[in-house]
């Protein structure tokens, strides 16, 4: 399964098809963002989202944090793992792989990696990007109307699981849906 892949499409839903090559985009609910791809060691992938103020970072953190995490096909956790003496919420998802969402300032940070096991070691080189850090709180309430057209990220619109008459016998992956899609012209 190509986590790369899955990575950027969960974040690209969730800021409206932001490309995460460095550019700007005035975005409703998020303000001006700039998003460009953070450099990682390790097998972590990272993108850095820049906002116009850490009102808006907020904001984009939760919202990342919170469209990630709701899915009623792929089980889901937040664990917490001590990283250079900070606890840091880490998503987890099985199958998927493991996201860890940060705010500092107006910057949003976005570190993946494919590993859902000894989350300590596989983020221990993002420290550098935690110091005065935020990070998810289930409690927070973003605005509703960032939600009118999706409550849920692209794991509940294609589980890594799911089958149909179309994809039987065939790899059955979010790749393989995304070219079946658009080899009948329904994506652009």
């Known amino acids: 399964m190509n986590y790369r892949l899955i990575t950027c499409l969960?974040?690209?839903?969730?800021?409206a098809l932001l490309p995460t090559v460095a550019s700007a985009a005035a975005l409703r609910g998020f303000g001006e963002v700039n998003s460009a791809?953070?450099?990682?060691?390790?097998g972590l992938t990272g993108t850095q989202f820049t906002c116009d103020s850490p009102e808006h970072a907020t904001i984009l953190?939760?919202?990342?944090?919170?469209?990630?995490a709701q899915t009623a096909t792929t089980p889901v956790s937040w664990q917490?793992?001590?990283i250079a003496g900070k606890q840091v919420p880490i998503l987890v998802r099985q199958g998927m792989g493991s996201f860890l969402l940060a705010a500092s300032n107006r910057t949003v940070f976005a570190i993946t990696s494919s590993r859902t096991e000894k989350l300590e070691e596989v983020f221990g080189a993002a420290a550098t990007w935690l110091a005065g850090a935020r990070f998810f709180d289930p409690q927070y309430r973003y605005p509703m109307y960032l939600d009118k057209f999706s409550q849920y990220g692209i794991g509940s619109w294609y589980p890594f699981e799911w089958g149909d008459e179309n994809t039987t016998?065939?790899?059955?992956?979010?790749?393989?849906h995304f070219a079946y899609a658009k080899g009948l012209g329904l994506t652009i």
């Not at 016998?169 to 393989?176: A, E, I, T, Y």
């Open 61 to 68: 953190l939760h919202k990342l944090g919170r469209d990630l």
């Open 10 to 15: 969960c974040m690209f839903c969730a800021l």
């Open 169 to 176: 016998g065939k790899p059955n992956s979010v790749d393989d």
């Open 37 to 42: 791809a953070l450099p990682m060691p390790g």
């Open 80 to 82: 917490t793992v001590d």
